[in-house]
């Protein structure tokens, strides 16, 4: 665990933006059509990093006496940052997108000002095929398929946690619009834990 200093004063970052057109990643728009398909489970204790909304997960079925000692079945199955283990596509392992819709449990400080999550704790996801539409972070150069139809292939960059030009497969998902800058964006400090927001970011609400 990383240690914190909830006493620590800081300036409100962001609230004096004149323009507030924007996506921030990892949230759902306002559906009623997929407001049920919301779903929790809660973060493997085998996790390294915070969860935070908007990344690929993959999701595991509940087990009465799971390997950690803990029973999850009540809490969910176990939810852990998707990896690269199918063999021929890439993002194999991908079944939906973490994000921040009514997680009253995240925590945030002056030091790490985004809401995450850490190992034990509650995960909201949407999975493939939900219909919700998540804002998703993305590489700036992502940004040339503006006006392009909404069913032109993208890919999932793992490493970055970010949707990257088409490689070598397809994310089943549809992008719907794009934001090249202005959107709020989740980033992790590897070395520390914490997690700060990049007011500036590129960001696609995308149809999942």
Same mark, same amino acid.
């Given at each position: 665990?990383?240690?914190?200093?909830? *006493?620590?004063?800081t300036?409100?970052?962001?609230?004096?933006?004149?323009?507030?057109?924007?996506?921030?990643?990892?949230?759902?728009? #306002?559906?009623?059509?997929?407001?049920?398909?919301?779903?929790?489970?809660? *973060?493997?204790?085998?996790?390294?990093?915070?969860?935070?909304?908007?990344?690929?997960?993959?999701?595991?079925?509940p087990?009465?006496?799971? #390997?950690?000692?803990?029973p999850?079945?009540?809490?969910?199955?176990?939810?852990?940052?998707?990896?690269?283990?199918?063999?021929?596509?890439?993002?194999?392992?991908?079944?939906?997108?973490?994000?921040?819709?009514?997680?009253?449990?995240?925590?945030?400080?002056?030091?790490?000002?985004?809401?995450?999550?850490?190992p034990?704790?509650?995960?909201?996801?949407?999975?493939?095929?939900?219909?919700?539409?998540?804002?998703?972070?993305?590489?700036?150069?992502?940004?040339?398929?503006?006006?392009?139809?909404?069913?032109?292939?993208?890919?999932?960059?793992?490493?970055?946690?970010?949707?990257?030009?088409?490689?070598?497969?397809?994310?089943p998902?549809?992008?719907?619009?794009?934001?090249?800058?202005?959107?709020?964006?989740?980033?992790?400090?590897?070395?520390?834990?914490?997690?700060t927001?990049?007011?500036?970011?590129?960001?696609?609400?995308c149809?999942?």
């Amino acid at each position: 665990m990383y240690q914190i200093n909830p *006493l620590a004063q800081t300036n409100a970052a962001g609230m004096f933006n004149v323009e507030t057109d924007g996506f921030i990643v990892g949230t759902a728009q #306002p559906d009623p059509s997929a407001r049920f398909a919301l779903s929790g489970g809660w *973060l493997l204790m085998t996790e390294t990093l915070p969860m935070v909304g908007g990344i690929a997960i993959s999701e595991y079925m509940p087990q009465e006496r799971p #390997p950690m000692g803990r029973p999850d079945v009540a809490l969910g199955g176990g939810i852990g940052r998707a990896t690269v283990d199918k063999p021929g596509f890439a993002p194999g392992s991908i079944t939906g997108f973490s994000v921040f819709d009514q997680n009253y449990a995240a925590v945030n400080t002056p030091q790490s000002p985004c809401p995450s999550i850490q190992p034990g704790g509650q995960v909201n996801f949407y999975r493939f095929g939900s219909g919700a539409r998540v804002a998703l972070s993305i590489d700036p150069t992502l940004v040339s398929v503006e006006g392009g139809i909404i069913t032109q292939q993208v890919s999932w960059d793992l490493a970055g946690q970010r949707l990257i030009a088409f490689a070598t497969d397809a994310l089943p998902v549809k992008i719907l619009q794009i934001k090249a800058n202005n959107c709020m964006v989740p980033v992790i400090n590897t070395g520390n834990g914490q997690v700060t927001w990049n007011y500036n970011g590129a960001a696609a609400l995308c149809l999942l």
